[in-house]
T-cell receptor, first 109, second 115 residues
Framework: GNSVTQMEGPVTLSEEAFLTINCTYT??????LFWYVQYPGEGLQLLLK?????DKGSNKGFEATYRKETTSFHLEKGSVQVSDSAVYFC????????FGPGTSLSVIP | DSGVTQTPKHLITATGQRVTLRCSPR?????VYWYQQSLDQGLQFLIQ???????AKGNILERFSAQQFPDLHSELNLSSLELGDSALYFC??????????????FGPGTRLTVT
């Protein structure tokens, strides 16, 4: 069946550091891929998405590229801010959405 | 603010009881989804309704049921509650029925505690 694996957290970075959160997937068919973010005490918000191979999703300085050959959708940001502290979920959608376990990110000043 | 509302925000109840969680989707959205988020299971898709009809089913227990009403709000009913049902329950909505095509907007969640 379809599944999503993402790097275990928590991840702690200093402000302005480079961020990578790894995400790999297993899927039959041609799923869409998403990154969602959950700030403390809130529901999930869509951060970015990609619907086909080689698409790059980007938003608020975050970006991820749909890599079919490596079945990956890694999230990157060049310079993180304290306000980026949250839990990040990688997800794939085919007949239904499957979320990864989430990666908690803390950014310290 | 996503435009999706959920009530109540918190719910504390005893084992064996039954509760109803309510969700109102964003204006114009026809699909409603229910998710359960717990520390050990992560975020699990439970069920989707589209325009009043069940569209997709995930890991929903037989003790749980849902429906979507003509005004498009949805209710999730949880019965014979067990300690393990304690979790955050999220509702989400989207415009269309196909999960791979339409962005889902999440509500703030209902935190259920079963004692």
């Amino acid at each position: 069946g379809n599944s999503v694996t993402q790097m275990e957290g928590p991840v702690t970075l200093s402000e302005e550091a480079f961020l990578t959160i790894n995400c790999t997937y297993t899927a039959t068919g041609y799923p869409s891929l998403f990154w969602y973010v959950q700030y403390p005490g809130e529901g999930l918000q869509l951060l970015l998405k990609a619907t086909k191979a080689d698409d790059k999703g980007s938003n608020k300085g975050f970006e991820a590229t749909y890599r079919k050959e490596t079945t990956s959708f890694h999230l990157e940001k060049g310079s993180v801010q304290v306000s980026d502290s949250a839990v990040y979920f990688c997800a794939l959608a085919w007949d239904k959405v499957i979320f990864g376990p989430g990666t908690s990110l803390s950014v310290i000043p | 603010d996503s435009g999706v509302t959920q009530t109540p925000k918190h719910l504390i109840t005893a084992t064996g009881q039954r509760v109803t969680l309510r969700c109102s989707p964003r204006s114009g959205d026809l699909s409603v989804y229910w998710y359960q988020q717990s520390l050990d299971q992560g975020l699990q898709f439970l069920i989707q309704y589209y325009n009043g009809e069940e569209r997709a089913k995930g890991n929903i227990l037989e003790r749980f049921s849902a429906q979507q009403f003509p005004d498009l709000h949805s209710e999730l009913n949880l019965s014979s509650l067990e300690l393990g049902d304690s979790a955050l329950y999220f509702c989400a909505s989207s415009v269309g029925p196909v999960q791979s095509s339409y962005e889902q907007y999440f509500g703030p969640g209902t935190r259920l505690t079963v004692t």
